[in-house]
């Protein structure tokens, strides 16, 4: 039975590991969302992905729309994490998630929700093929 569970020790709160994401992270977008990632150098905790949510103030001035859309990406990616974390089961690197959030106005919560499934798809697939790359 999954978790569905978002607990502390799977946030991303390291400034040291958010600005390493900026600067060295990979990335791809899946519309509203973009996914930034990277695997971290020391393990942080027992979970295979720390994650965490950026909305630009620049975008939505509001607090209350910036922490709407953060709440939303949130519940998209508790409710959708464990697919991702069986397939990383195993791993022995822990990644670091940084998703930003692209779009102009506030979503509906159904299209962010179908934007994470499919963007954690994505990157899953994506990650298995690098993994089979670097075992060659």
Do not use: C, D
């Not at 909305?55 to 709407?68: G, I, Q, T, Y």
Request: overall charge positive; glycine content about 6%.
């Amino acid at each position: 039975m999954p978790q569905y569970t978002f607990v502390r020790a799977e946030r991303l709160k390291s400034s040291k590991v958010i600005g390493q994401l900026f600067k060295e992270g990979q990335s791809f977008g899946q519309y509203p969302l973009r996914l930034v990632y990277l695997p971290m150098s020391e393990r942080r905790s027992g979970f295979p992905v720390q994650f965490t949510v950026s909305v630009p103030k620049k975008k939505f001035p509001k607090a209350v729309h910036r922490n709407r859309l953060r709440r939303q990406v949130r519940e998209a990616w508790r409710l959708h994490k464990h697919r991702l974390y069986r397939s990383l089961q195993g791993e022995e690197r822990q990644l670091a998630f940084l998703v930003l959030y692209t779009a102009q106005e506030p979503l509906p919560y159904a299209e962010i929700e179908k934007a994470m499934k499919q963007m954690l798809w994505r990157f899953e697939k994506k990650w298995k093929k690098e993994q089979a790359g670097k075992g060659q």
